[in-house]
């Protein structure tokens, strides 16, 4: 077995890939924001699908539905973190003059991940029925969605010239 190999292999590649994908963001800093934010957004997005890809596959070899529970909430982060990458002012996916649009989708993808988080622990050594749990994300998505886009009920979360 040759040990230097091994050993580059488990340190050296992975600080090296790091280390280029972490300047790379840098550069996208320094040459636009915009595109910077949207790489950011676009591997959480990838992160929060990847959590619901390992926790669906493994649901049938898991007892435990605390791993199902966030993977299932991730989509719907996902899916409003995604929309918000759109809503981003610049992007003029929506047309949005402010940040404000942004804003609020940010705020509620950050609030149904932590009420997900906080409600997870419910389900250690509980059965979990998928198609509740499914649809209720669902209903809560839509309703969070008609909130900001439809009815504008949601809360400013950016006012210009003031701030958040």
């Avoid at 622990?121 to 439809?150: D, M, Q, W």
């Amino acid at each position: 077995m040759n040990t230097k190999r091994t050993v580059f292999r488990v340190y050296a590649l992975p600080t090296l890939i790091s280390f280029l994908v972490i300047s790379g963001l840098y550069v996208s800093s320094l040459y636009s924001y915009l595109l910077f934010h949207s790489l950011i957004e676009l591997f959480t997005i990838i992160v929060a699908g990847g959590i619901f890809v390992i926790a669906w596959n493994s649901r049938d070899c898991v007892k435990n539905n605390y791993l199902l529970f966030i993977g299932i909430a991730s989509v719907f982060v996902a899916a409003l973190d995604l929309i918000h990458t759109l809503a981003y002012e610049g992007m003029g996916v929506f047309g949005a003059e402010s940040s404000n649009l942004a804003t609020q989708l940010w705020i509620a993808a950050q609030y149904l991940q932590a009420f997900s988080w906080l409600l997870a622990p419910l389900f250690i050594g509980r059965r979990l029925r998928l198609s509740l749990e499914i649809g209720g994300y669902a209903a809560v998505t839509g309703l969070v969605l008609l909130s900001i886009f439809y009815w504008g009920i949601f809360p400013a979360a950016y006012v210009p010239g003031l701030g958040l």
